[in-house]
């Protein structure tokens, strides 16, 4: 609906206005979104939202170099570790030209959706599906003589990354490191905030057991088996009646 032509009401309570229209099945579509209310919240908390640590709940606050690389150093003597940028986070496109300009750089090597590439190679992606791409910077082994190394590193791949750096521990996981926002006790890192992060319809902020709709659909195994000490034919209940149909067959009974 078009809005007032006033600067100001008062006395009036709030109030949400929908179009009388056919309503959407779609199971993503909420109040907050058909009004856009909910574009606003997710500003809202992107801005002025302060993160804190899910282990000890301080404030999170941005990292340094020094102590990324100290807490990268922490790691095991002896483990093979990649310094990899990640340029590209869950975003559509084909990054060419991207990748193009990597390579001119003098970069050899990069890790798209998890699978390691060459740069050098004739290299496809969707446009139409969202990507992690990382460009590989370093590989090195832990030990107290890699520190200056390791501290280049990381500043390159920070450059490129928005102050993002990704240690991928060979054989283990991936550790995020970030010089906006990380816990100075606990380690974990965190990027900067960002509407999508706020969003269900999103990957990057959608949980990842029910995907955003909200509910999980699963099977109770006690309304389909409400007695355990039936037959299967007088047991079995699906949709609220027995499916199952008896037949004859030489004499038994077959289903």
Do not use: W
């Given at each position: 609906?078009?809005?007032?032509?006033?600067?100001?009401?008062?006395?009036?309570?709030?109030?949400?206005?929908?179009?009388?229209?056919?309503?959407?099945?779609?199971?993503?579509?909420?109040?907050?979104?058909?009004?856009?209310?909910?574009?606003?919240?997710?500003?809202?908390?992107?801005?002025?939202?302060?993160?804190?640590?899910?282990?000890?709940?301080?404030?999170?606050?941005?990292?340094?170099?020094?102590?990324?690389?100290?807490?990268?150093?922490?790691?095991?003597?002896?483990?093979?570790?990649?310094?990899?940028?990640?340029?590209?986070?869950?975003?559509?496109?084909?990054?060419?030209?991207?990748?193009?300009?990597?390579?001119?750089?003098?970069?050899?090597?990069?890790?798209?959706?998890?699978?390691?590439?060459?740069?050098?190679?004739?290299?496809?992606?969707?446009?139409?599906?969202?990507?992690?791409?990382?460009?590989?910077?370093?590989?090195?082994?832990?030990?107290p003589e890699i520190r200056n190394r390791l501290a280049e590193s990381v500043e390159t791949a920070m450059k490129y990354a928005n102050s993002l750096v990704l240690i991928d521990v060979i054989g283990d996981s991936e550790k995020l490191f970030s010089g906006n926002y990380a816990c100075p006790d606990c380690g974990v890192s965190f990027e900067e905030l960002t509407p999508r992060m706020f969003?269900?319809?999103?990957?990057?902020?959608?949980?990842?057991?029910?995907?955003?709709?909200?509910?999980?659909?699963?099977?109770?195994?006690?309304?389909?088996?409400?007695?355990?000490?039936?037959?299967?034919?007088?047991?079995?209940?699906?949709?609220?009646?027995?499916?199952?149909?008896?037949?004859?067959?030489?004499?038994?009974?077959?289903?």
């Open positions: 609906m078009e809005k007032p032509d006033v600067e100001l009401i008062e006395g009036l309570s709030p109030a949400i206005s929908i179009d009388q229209k056919t309503t959407s099945r779609n199971p993503r579509s909420t109040v907050g979104t058909v009004t856009e209310i909910y574009d606003y919240i997710r500003l809202l908390y992107a801005r002025i939202g302060v993160p804190h640590c899910p282990n000890c709940g301080k404030k999170i606050e941005k990292q340094t170099i020094d102590q990324i690389v100290d807490n990268i150093m922490e790691l095991e003597e002896g483990t093979k570790i990649q310094v990899l940028s990640p340029v590209v986070r869950g975003r559509k496109g084909e990054y060419k030209k991207l990748l193009e300009d990597f390579s001119k750089e003098g970069f050899v090597r990069a890790k798209i959706d998890g699978e390691v590439v060459e740069l050098t190679d004739d290299i496809e992606i969707d446009r139409k599906k969202k990507h992690n791409i990382e460009i590989i910077v370093d590989r090195l082994v832990v030990k969003s269900f319809n999103n990957p990057m902020g959608a949980c990842p057991n029910c995907t955003g709709i909200g509910y999980l659909m699963k099977m109770d195994e006690d309304l389909i088996i409400p007695d355990k000490d039936k037959t299967l034919y007088d047991g079995v209940k699906a949709f609220g009646a027995s499916t199952m149909k008896k037949r004859r067959y030489n004499g038994k009974n077959v289903f």
